[in-house]
């Protein structure tokens, strides 16, 4: 099982990124599929969740409004659309699938990408 975070680079303020969160060895749409993010110096902290029956979907308060979770089950990828961009948003950001399908505590989550680095920078 392997998932790969993609779509991270630099980016000015106000700028946009598209994450791709790509799966070989599972099916995504059986999973929750969280994005996190650690900042250098911070805490990793969980920025949206997709449930496996995309009923339920959640974001931080920060993204609220800037960033969007979705499927494309045809390409088994789960997309992080990112807008708005702030230099705050700076961090590896990191998909992650929990067989549960629910949105959890990192904990709940079995499989991890390697992460892909977002710079919001002028």
């Known amino acids: 099982v392997q998932l790969q975070a993609s779509g991270g680079g630099l980016v000015q303020p106000g700028g946009s990124l598209r994450l791709s969160c790509a799966a070989s060895?599972?099916?995504?749409?059986?999973?929750?599929i969280g994005w996190f993010r650690q900042a250098p110096g911070k805490e990793r902290e969980g920025v949206s969740c997709i449930s496996s029956s995309d009923d339920s979907i959640y974001y931080t308060d920060s993204v609220k409004g800037r960033f969007t979770i979705f499927r494309d089950n045809a390409k088994n990828t789960v997309y992080l659309q990112m807008n708005s961009l702030k230099p705050e948003d700076t961090a590896v950001y990191y998909c992650?699938?929990?067989?549960?399908?629910?949105?959890?505590?990192?904990?709940?989550?079995?499989?991890w990408g390697q992460g892909t680095l977002v710079t919001v920078s002028s």
């Open positions: 992650a699938a929990d067989p549960e399908g629910v949105c959890s505590t990192p904990s709940g989550y079995d499989y």
């Open positions: 060895g599972i099916t995504l749409n059986y999973y929750a």
